[in-house]
């Protein structure tokens, strides 16, 4: 059992919560959005300043809402990687400047890990293995969930991340930023079937196609080309439609892959993480086909599918009740293999 207090400073949110192994204590998450909306994107500069001015304040409210002091604390964890640089370093400084202040066990956790930890937060009892669908801004994966720091990567996008292209797309429909969840609530309004538009399969040099990695860039490119079409032919854009077809191809590519996947390796289930986990095209669609082949799907729920620091402590609470610890001196990566997350800890 380990009560662990993180902090999650990878991207736009400020993050800080604790929890008690997979309990939720409290959870903290001062969204930077509406200061980045201005520029149609994050702006890694800016990021790094607002998670300073939040930073602080973050962690005594996350305090309070656990009504816990630092002495219950029994270790004290950040995001170290991947992410943005300057962002990560503010979150891994203050978490280990609490380290050694209050004489706490230090963890960097590895951003992705934590998003397949979400599930946990809902699902206590879910053991490995299974498969984890990934799908964020920066990544898209299929792994092998076997144990606390041991993954298998199966699947993943050649270019475009899930949620990278849902951004796209919405800037290209001049819908704002972030993407995914404006085209989501669009797509509500809109036909699916109004477009045919490519599922970005993967040739293989041998023939066919690869069963589980997947591209995005060539679908992006093709609502351009629609687009600009439909501006030629001097219509007005159905843009509704234009998202709820986006929407229902990476819904549908999403699902067909992760199915292959979860059926050649016997998992029973899997487990969806990261922003594009709160679609709801994607969890329609993944739920029918997975209910046909009798696969279990879990999606953490809404609040714990975009970033935030509860996944991260539930992460580290794992590791260090394995006894694994972070050297004070652990840097921040911005791009590290979630196989690789054994680099981040040390065996006591
Ligand atoms: O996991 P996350 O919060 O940050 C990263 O680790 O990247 O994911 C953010 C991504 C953004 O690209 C955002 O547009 C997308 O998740 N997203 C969604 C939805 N909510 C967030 N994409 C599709 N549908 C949504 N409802
Ligand atoms: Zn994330």
Redesign the pocket.
Known sequence: MAIVLAIESS?DETAVAIVNNRQVCSSIIASQISVHQEYGGVVPEVASRQHLQTINGAITQAMEQAKLDWGQIDGIAATCAPGLVGALLVGLTAAKTLAIIYKKPFLGVH?LEG?IYATYLSEPSLEPPFLSLLV???HTSLIYVKDCGTYEALGETRDDAA??A??KVARLLKLGY????I??KLAQEGDPQAFALPEGKVSLPSGGYHPYDGSFSGLKTAVLRLVQQLEKDGGQVPVADVAASFQQTVARSLTKRAIACALDYGLNTIAVG???A??SGLRTILQAAAAKHNLRVLFPPMKFC??NAAMIACAAADHLSRGHTSPITLGVESRLALTQVMKLYQSA
């Open positions: 991207c951003h998003h964020s801004g920066g949620g990278e849902f951004d972030p993407g995914g969840p085209i989501d990261g922003g594009v709160a679609n975009t970033d």
